[in-house]
């Protein structure tokens, strides 16, 4: 009982509320052309591996961009000369430091590139099961190549295809999609996803209100 109460508490709070898929799906469409680019920036990073910070590279580093050694928490016992600082800041585990940071960033890459990664196949996977040809086809050049109604009624046959179609079609892609993302929203395994979803969708949301006030 005392679990139940709990729960219905949470969902009076809004907390457990369904998410908005539409606008959800919104934000993924709009997004998915400059997703395929991050994707790839992301993946040739990760391919390149994680580079090994050796004395060397550390001695070179130090010496050629301004420090501030402070910030690395190395007492440098107030040492004017520059090579005395970095011989110290050796000293005290700069290198093993940098490698822990290095490793960090990778780990972070990958994860990134893990939620990049599902958020396309979200959108891919509505594309291939529930577009049909021509409604694929209008996504690829709004949300791909970015043209806009004009200039993909002008790649068909003259007459054949009309703004307000266009228009249609696109209603009928993110819907697709919406449809997609209510349908896995069920399934465990998508949920710490779907949530990052909803919180990156959030603070996209509230920067973009805030930009209106500002230029408003």
């Given at each position: 009982m005392e679990q139940e109460a709990m729960n219905n508490q949470n969902t009076s709070d809004g907390k457990n509320a369904p998410p908005d898929f539409s606008a959800l799906a919104l934000f993924l469409t709009k997004s998915y052309g400059q997703m395929l680019k991050d994707q790839e920036q992301l993946k040739a990073v990760i391919d390149a591996g994680v580079l090994v910070y050796t004395k060397e590279i550390a001695i070179r580093d130090l010496s050629s961009i301004s420090i501030d050694y402070e910030s690395d928490?190395?007492?440098?016992?107030?040492?004017?000369?520059?090579?005395?600082?970095?011989?110290?800041?050796?000293?005290?585990?700069?290198?093993?430091?940098?490698?822990?940071?290095?490793?960090w960033e990778m780990a972070e890459t990958v994860k990134a590139y893990g939620y990049l990664s599902w958020k396309i196949e979200v959108?891919?996977?509505?594309?291939?099961?529930r577009m049909e040809g021509m409604e694929r086809a209008v996504f690829e050049r709004l949300f791909v190549r970015g043209k806009t109604y004009r200039q993909v009624c002008k790649a068909y046959k003259k007459g054949t295809l009309h703004n307000k179609q266009v228009s249609q079609i696109k209603k009928k892609c993110i819907q697709a999609?919406?449809?997609?993302?209510?349908?896995?929203?069920?399934?465990?395994?998508?949920?710490?996803?779907?949530?990052?979803l909803e919180r990156e969708y959030?603070?996209?949301?509230?920067r973009e209100s805030e930009e209106e006030e500002d230029n408003g």
């Open positions: 928490r190395v007492q440098t016992s107030n040492i004017s000369n520059v090579p005395e600082r970095i011989a110290e800041l050796l000293d005290n585990g700069y290198v093993e430091k940098m490698n822990r940071k290095l490793r959108v891919e996977t509505a594309m291939a099961e999609v919406a449809d997609h993302l209510k349908m896995i929203s069920g399934f465990y395994i998508y949920s710490k996803y779907m949530l990052m959030q603070d996209n949301h509230k």
